[in-house]
């Protein structure tokens, strides 16, 4: 009965939903770039599904936009965050308890000796991991540390993305910028070429005027083309990272580039990324996750207790039996301190791993800002 009018609760308890801490990451995301997340969102190759109809012919897209359609239809960032549901269940299995068992034994007998030594015997035990009261929660406590770090790894990814999908957006904007100007230039040499053929025919100018100015104008002529080139391989990664296939058709920058930046003091900003960078976080999440897993192996000296009640009951005899049942697993070959070192040493090298990471953030910051 007690079995029976556990298991309704038990079976709840294997259903896993990432709807908060979604949302947990959702906020974060809102507090680093203002900007949203979207879960399982369906990818769309279309730009009139993305932005609606447009009459001209290309489909203009402001950087803003941009990493909008980059956080809302990349396909790597969506299957970035099934990893969140992976880290969840993993947490809801840290937090179930071991099922219950129930063992039976029958015995019959198989030679009769005469009246009175014939038995036919019934055994039956109910037992429960007792070690599973200390052991479950310190489990639930190191799952929910890897979820984190799940968590700030995909805040980490997302970055990444805004970033990479800002300095496409620029590319492509310096990239037309170039190609005009270039164009810009071949126009002005051409032009200086027919003034130069024109001046030859009054003897104002010789065949090397001649030679060197068809040189300037096939050079910028390459030049227009490579630079042609640079532009559609700009636009191709601009589309990789919003989540459209090259065939998708064309689209327009129409932002110009950041020329005037607020920087605040440094000392401001080192401040701020050593509190909110997410690698320096996941560093600190690392040693709080060994921490708890150090705790959880010293709680596996003792491997396993089980608990519970056996009967017996002899069918040729009046005879029945209850009484409780204990299982532990004794540790004297194996008392799991070869587990507790090894934690322990991934903890030293978490502590290590986290001093790196703050030298190599501020590193960065001092190279960035000089």
């Known amino acids: 009965m007690l079995i029976s009018s556990l298991l309704p609760f038990l079976s709840g308890c294997t259903k896993v939903r990432i709807k908060s801490d979604f949302a947990k990451l959702q906020h974060k995301t809102q507090l680093a770039i203002n900007a949203s997340i979207v879960l399982d ?57 071991t099922n219950p068992e129930i063992k039976s034994v029958f015995c019959f007998a198989t030679d009769d000796r005469g009246p009175g030594t014939t038995q036919t015997n019934i055994e039956a035990m109910a037992t429960m991991r007792l070690s599973d009261l200390w052991q479950v929660p310190l489990s639930k406590h190191v799952a929910e540390d890897v979820l984190e770090i799940v968590s700030l790894r995909i805040l980490s990814t997302i970055l990444t993305i805004v970033e990479d999908t800002k300095i496409a957006y620029d590319t492509c904007v310096i990239a037309k910028l170039r190609t005009q100007n270039t164009k810009r230039l071949l126009q002005a040499a051409r032009e200086l070429k027919d003034e130069i053929y024109y001046r030859q025919g009054y003897g104002y100018t010789s065949d090397w005027d001649k030679n060197v100015s068809d040189a300037r104008v096939g050079i910028l002529e390459a030049e227009v083309k490579k630079q042609e080139v640079y532009v559609v391989q700009a636009y191709l990664k601009l589309k990789q990272l919003m989540g459209l296939t090259p065939s998708t058709p064309s689209i327009k920058v129409v932002d110009q580039l950041d020329t005037v930046l607020t920087i605040p003091g440094f000392e401001a900003i080192e401040a701020y990324a050593v509190e909110h960078r997410p690698e320096i976080q996941i560093a600190l999440m690392k040693t709080k996750q060994y921490q708890d897993q150090i705790r959880l192996e010293k709680a596996k000296i003792v491997k396993a207790i089980d608990a519970g009640i056996a009967y017996k009951q002899d069918f040729e005899k009046p005879l029945a039996g209850w009484g409780p049942y204990f299982n532990i697993s004794l540790p004297i070959f194996d008392d799991n301190y070869a587990q507790i070192a090894r934690t322990e040493f991934l903890l030293k090298q978490a502590e290590q791993k986290l001093i790196e990471e703050k030298i190599t953030i501020l590193t960065e910051l001092h190279t960035s800002y000089y």
Do not use: C, M, W
């Open 41 to 97: 969102n369906t990818s769309h190759t279309n730009l009139e599904n993305l932005l609606g109809a447009q009459d001209a012919f290309d489909y203009v897209i402001s950087k803003t936009e941009a990493i909008r359609l980059a956080l809302l239809n990349n396909p790597g960032l969506q299957s970035d965050f099934q990893n969140l549901g992976i880290a969840k269940a993993d947490l809801v299995q840290a937090g179930l308890y």
